[in-house]
């Protein structure tokens, strides 16, 4: 029996254990985008759920629809302030956050791409058991490797920080059973330089699906900065009225300032505790210190029309073990765990974060009507068409339920999985495009861009990429 053992624990100690290689902080990290940069009528954030390669083509063309609405070659891609993505979403989203529109550019040849190249995957394999049940089988020289290589090309948080657009890249700290945002807030509490950090180090962890992937492991850096927690930390510590999501976030960052708790973060997908990435959001807004928050006060007296539009690209539930007494046992049965716990998670989420806007819009209309005229014209410029009660929010979800039967079919069939078939892929990204058309929110914000005037809906040639702009009446 020992001599049995012995092969295996060997084989144990093979796990891909990735060590970390975030980097201490001098000062403190700074914001990941300049204040300021999104002083219009209009502001646009989007979600980019989880589930592979899908969603990654899911979320990319949901940002060709949007690029094929409004006016400008760059249509409404050109309002995007915020992404937010999760697993296979955190693709699209840090592609996009780092370039911009001309990120697309290119990016249909990228999700043609083998992702999993590098990866074990098969499971008839018994080294993969046993590194699957040692922690998981593939490190990040695997995939993350590969996003650096073919996609990303050494970019750091650094290099997003130039962009215009704030970026959210979501995973999950295991001990704290918390959303991990890789934000300078967070960094700030791990003493750790985030703007050394690259981008496929956060995305690979924000993919890392358990078994498959073995965590992503960051050093926390007590002592190696002069961090002070910020007010709104304290005052949840003694607050009974602060949101759950909240307090948990603010306990998981005291861990990381504390050696005796924490001395590595250990990160798995983020689709675990919010396939939405929408946790973010309902935090930023629960802090909040001011109305406005997390707009700048410039941006707020300019403000007219919101749209948060998340892209879900989860497949529907399956009932194929529902049909017999057996099952599911083994991997499956892991799965099927996972898969409920980030559905329950996103659900919640996704709940919340509509939630939380719906009251900041109030807050906000409250705060500008409360604001005297020179203060208006001090932040806005002049008073002309100054109405503070003109601004509305529009939060929507676009998902295959919306699809026609036979495609929404079809897209359930696409495995989560960090490769497609080329015609997968197109159907994907169609299906991408046209979700976000059938989305009501979608299209009420289209239409409140003009008021009452005669609005236009935009129609886009999913094959060609074309644009028609018909009338349509009040």
């Known amino acids: 029996m020992r001599r049995a053992l012995v092969p295996l624990l060997v084989l144990l100690g093979c796990a891909p254990w990735n060590q970390p290689t975030n980097q201490p902080l001098q000062g403190e990290n700074a914001p990941l985008s300049d204040p300021g940069t999104g002083e219009g009528e209009h502001y ?122 704030k970026t959210w890249i979501n995973a999950t700290d295991m001990a704290n059973n918390t959303p991990f945002l890789f934000s300078p807030e967070t960094f700030d509490a791990l003493c750790s330089d985030l703007s050394q950090v690259r981008l496929s180090e956060a995305v690979a962890a924000s993919a890392a699906y358990p078994l498959v992937f073995t965590p992503i492991v960051l050093r926390a850096h007590q002592g190696d900065c002069a961090y002070r927690e910020p007010d709104w930390l304290t005052a949840a510590r003694y607050n009974p009225e602060a949101t759950a999501a909240m307090r948990a976030h603010a306990r998981a960052l005291e861990s990381y300032t504390d050696p005796n708790e924490v001395k590595f973060v250990k990160l798995l997908d983020g689709g675990i505790t919010d396939n939405f990435g929408t946790t973010g959001l309902a935090v930023e807004r629960a802090r909040a210190e001011v109305p406005y928050a997390p ?120 495995p989560t999985r960090l490769k497609l078939e080329g015609d997968q892929i197109d159907k994907v990204i169609a299906a991408g495009r046209m979700a976000v058309r059938a989305t009501p929110e979608f299209n009420g914000f289209l239409a409140s861009l003009d008021g009452n005037a005669v609005e236009t809906r935009i129609e886009a040639g999913i094959a060609s990429g074309g644009r028609r702009v018909l009338p349509v009446g009040n």
């Open 295 to 414: 707009l700048t006060a410039e941006e707020a007296v300019k403000l007219k029309r919101m749209l948060f539009l998340v892209a879900n690209a989860g497949v529907e539930s399956d009932y194929g073990w529902t049909q017999k007494v057996a099952g599911p046992g083994g991997v499956n049965l892991a799965m099927s765990i996972a898969s409920s716990a980030m559905s329950a998670a996103s659900r919640s989420g996704y709940d919340s974060m509509r939630g939380e806007l719906r009251l900041w819009e109030m807050e906000l209309i409250e705060w500008r009507c409360a604001l005297p005229l020179a203060e208006v014209r001090r932040l806005r410029g002049d008073t002309g068409g100054w109405d503070c009660r003109d601004v509305k929010l529009f939060v929507g979800e676009a998902s295959f339920a919306s699809l026609p039967s036979d495609l929404r079919d079809e897209m359930n069939r696409v």
């Open 44 to 165: 646009i954030g989007l979600a980019f759920s989880g589930g592979g390669f899908r969603a990654t083509a899911f979320a990319y063309g949901m940002l060709e629809e949007l690029r094929a609405a409004g006016a400008g070659p760059e249509g409404l891609l050109d309002e995007v302030r915020l992404v937010s993505g999760v697993s296979g979403g955190s693709i699209m989203a840090a592609q996009f956050g780092l370039h911009g529109p001309r990120g697309l550019d290119g990016f249909r040849a990228f999700l043609a791409s083998d992702g999993e190249a590098r990866m074990v995957t098969s499971g008839f394999n018994p080294l993969t058991i046993v590194k699957g049940v040692a922690g998981g089988v593939n490190g990040r020289d695997t995939f993350g490797r590969t996003l650096d290589e073919t996609l990303f090309h050494g970019a750091t948080f650094a290099d997003l920080r130039r962009s215009r657009i």
